[in-house]
């Protein structure tokens, strides 16, 4: 009888623990919504999205970081995505034996969780050092190399799940591979490949250290991707950072934007994946 | 007849003239947009290794000069040019460490929650909510830790922390010090809430991989709960669960925004770990748009390297173990 109750108990006690860590877990997420919440909504206006970054101890708002973040953003989409899906056809389609793939699987598998400052240093290296001076190209350049892991594997798993008779019979059609690919794979695998896009360009949308030495930042407005661009994680980080209240509560407002941002790109993934499978 | 014949052969000469030119075009277009794909694929082996060649020929100075020094050697001084990365190293590992040992406990228990104890209906509302964790960008981890958790952590936990353990031998050292905030427990904390969501859904992910006949035989022999996860599922995932805390640990490694918010930037090994310390990831971030000087940038570089070779083993590591648990599912 004895022994019963220490198993009861044991297990109780894991049940309780396993609970009470579930409710950390969410307990977190709630905290840090919050508290963006409470520091940043106060200071949504119109302003913010109107004017200029402010020297300290003025007004303004975020409008250069936001359009220097969204350009940032479509080039590297731009850059990032064909490379991806690109790749991502050769594995599925070409090469889904070849001995290739699976390393080209291994080594983005890798790529997709690389510390993202080491891609920094690397366009630094790159695309930095030998022109003399940042730019918003190379900041694009950057983020690009963060877009093809993930666009590639989402690419490959999506075009994977495309059932082969589908394949095969419009082969038997006659049609050459490039238009049973067009026509046929890509229509089936659409929804799966966009949530792809989407997933990476809320992972770039955040991303600050491949920015840091590559499209540096600007204090003033500048649409040049020639020249160093200003973009809103930067801004966050050197707000946030400074001894200055009123930057520091531009900072909040930038990251409740971010946030925001990120997590209706990521539920709208969600939502399009899951009612692809349904349907 | 003949003027109908005519014509008509002449279509048929035609068209099959057009028909061998469009199956060549075809021909060419298949070809062209088989090679563009594997180019593509190509490209991904090319990043590899361009970041492997620019950072190593970028870090060849710093090598060079202090040698295999640079790893030992805890000065690091600009103004000298003197230069070790033992203290960036040293945090690294600790604040990964303990990461995950605040985060794999945890996410494991999550894990079990979900997939045996979760009603059905919650189950996928709590995974997606523990998901959105990992999508959350890791500046806003930063900014949430510099001006929420580290000022909290200031006024109870640290101080609470120094008390308790003042007279007790070895964790007096461990635990010594004022209470900054700010630090190495700090930004393991940090580092912990960004790496569960990894560690949970992979965990689950692999508990759920568990053949229900397994666990329906031991509820059935009267097993709890417990015993259950204890003896068939934890035995069974094994293999996958040290994959994920693998995937999780090289995540924790190369974290960069949200530690260098929080850990302080000290060039120092300290044993405390409510002292400020440095990360790799943290002192590039940091450091590299102000270093003056060829031997600098190349000294970051090569922190660079280290950290990017530290990183490949471990997911490496990681993505073999997946594998395998992979083959033995599929």
Known sequence: ?279 | MVDVALPSGDTAIASSVSRTRVLARLHVSDVVFRYLTLTAAILVLVILSGIIVALAQGALPALRAFGFNFLIEERWNPVTEKFGALAPIYGTVVTSFIAMLIAVPLGLLIALFLTELCPMWLRRPIGIAIELLAGIPSIIYGIWGLFVLAPFLQRTLQPTLIDWFENVPILSALFAGPPYGIGVLTASLILAIMVLPFVTSISRDVFEAVPPVLKEAAYGVGCTTWEVVRYVVLPFARVGVIGGVMLGLGRALGETMAVTFVIGNAHKVSASILAPGTTISATIANEFTEAVGDLYTSSLIALGLILFVITFVVLAAARYLLLRIEKRVG
């Open chain 1, 1 to 279: 009888m004895d022994r019963y109750r220490r198993r009861r108990m044991q297990n109780t006690m894991v049940i309780g623990l396993s609970i009470g860590a579930t409710v950390l877990g969410l307990g977190w997420l709630v905290l840090i919504l919050g508290s963006l919440v409470y520091h940043g909504f106060g200071g949504l206006s119109p302003a913010v999205f109107l004017e200029m970054t402010p020297p300290p101890g003025a007004d303004g708002g975020l409008l250069n970081p936001i359009i220097g973040s969204l350009m940032l953003t479509i080039l590297a989409v731009a850059i990032g995505t064909p490379v991806g899906i690109l790749a991502g056809t050769y594995m599925a389609e070409y090469g889904k034996f070849a001995k290739l793939t699976v390393v080209v699987r291994f080594i983005n598998d890798i790529l997709l969780s690389a510390p993202s400052i080491v891609v920094g240093l690397f366009v630094y290296e790159v695309l930095v050092a030998p022109i003399g001076h940042f730019s918003g190209w190379a900041g694009g350049v950057a983020l690009s190399l963060i877009v093809i892991p993930v666009v590639l594997r989402t690419t490959e798993d999506m075009l994977s799940l495309v059932p082969k008779e589908l394949r095969e019979s419009a082969s038997a059609l006659g049609l050459p591979r490039v238009h049973v690919i067009r026509y046929v794979s890509y229509r089936a695998a659409r929804a799966g490949i966009i949530t792809g896009v989407l997933l990476a360009i809320a992972r770039i949308s955040g991303e600050t250290a491949p920015l840091l030495f590559t499209a540096l930042n600007n204090q003033f407005f500048s649409s040049n991707l020639n020249a160093p661009i200003s973009s809103l994680p930067v801004v966050i980080f050197q707000f946030a950072l400074s001894p200055y209240a009123d930057w520091q509560k531009l900072a909040w407002i930038g990251a409740l934007i971010i946030t925001f941002a990120v997590l209706a790109l990521s539920i709208t993934a969600r939502a399009l994946s899951a009612s692809e499978k349904s349907s």
